[in-house]
């Protein structure tokens, strides 16, 4: 790590973790004379969940401590509204009188030179707060490169669907319990389930590969606690996959280690469409309106009609009950100029698999026809009706068509 001899760190550069030399925060930094003093807001917006050490060497530090009482100053006001600083600890190297209820600023050791002397600040952060996006808007990730493989960062941006980059659609399931993992959103922590965590530490190598630079997933990407933003852009999710580079299907990571020259998508298959992937309501959609459409296992990929090929060339299935196939067929259906009708696509998937009953409806609503959409268009999608609500207003659709 850059000493305190051969580069100057700012505080604003390190809570942000954009300090020279550095992907993000370090866990100890060396204070240079030139330490600024940041306004409150500064302070809070930038803070990763994690202890930081400040180390002023009594050497280095002439004027440089009435500086540091002022910076302790607003972490302790931070604090006493209610910020997310835990403790902080002041450790000089020559023991100073300190009472016990002394404040961090007044510390006696801040007011004495001839010590070195190390602060450590505790502090975790609030997650990711989303702002709010229009319905012709689209919030996508860019993956930030780091020192750390492991700890996945992106930006965040709002872009409008018709002026989007290039970008990946993922097409996942969620799977089930707590989301356990952590991520980085504009610097700031956000959870996810080991699924979707796996998905992106894959994923992210494949935007130069394939020409997109950006990511589009459903549970980061949709404010999944507001119902307006999660019905408008429910609504358009087929526009969404549409208007992808690439859709990316996820089957997931593979027990024990791939090797790409070892790896046989053909004698691989029965236990690829065994995966819990083609069994899920949402992903009916998602795989049907991609222009272009490639299945990752792990680090492996391959083409859709390729999968596809290999799917018919002896694995041992019953062809036409099989999620699989149905979703690669219906691909076929979908190039025709004949959209299915809802009642069509309930019958055909009616043994999918979603955790909200509603969105056996509302998953398929970007597949029907541009009239029939249009007519369901009126009600749905809205979270705000009850299962039973939605399923008598589809039952009633069905059987006036």
Known sequence: MPSIHNSTWHLEEFLSGRAKGEAKCPTKVSVATEYPVLATSQLCSS???????????????TGNRARIRCVLHVLHVQRQQGSSFRRIRITPEKQVSCPHAALPHQHPALHHNDANLIIRIQYYLMSFQYTSIGSEELRLLKPISSVNKSDLQFEVSHVSRDQAPAY?????????????????????????????????FRLRAFGKVYGWTHIWVDA????????????A??????QTYKGAECVSVWLGEPAGTLHSEEFDWFKSMPELTRRPYWSRTWVIQEFLMGRRVKIFWGDENIDWRDFFELLLSGTPLNHENHPAFRLMDGRQFMDSDHAPFLYYLLTQHYN??????????FALLGIVGSSEKNQLGKLFPDYTLSEDHVAVITLAHCMNR
């Open 47 to 61: 803070l990763f969940q994690r202890s930081c050490y400040l180390n002023l060497q009594k050497s280095k530090v």
């Open 168 to 200: 990946t659609a993922i097409s996942y399931t969620w799977g089930d319990g707590e989301p356990t993992e952590q991520i980085h959103l504009d610097c700031r922590p956000f959870m996810v389930r080991p699924n979707l965590w796996s998905c992106l």
């Open 220 to 231: 980061i990407c949709i404010d999944q606690t507001n119902d307006q933003e999660r019905n």
């Open 233 to 238: 852009q429910v609504w358009s999710m087929d």
């Open 352 to 361: 999918s698999i979603c955790k909200d009953p509603r969105d056996r409806v």
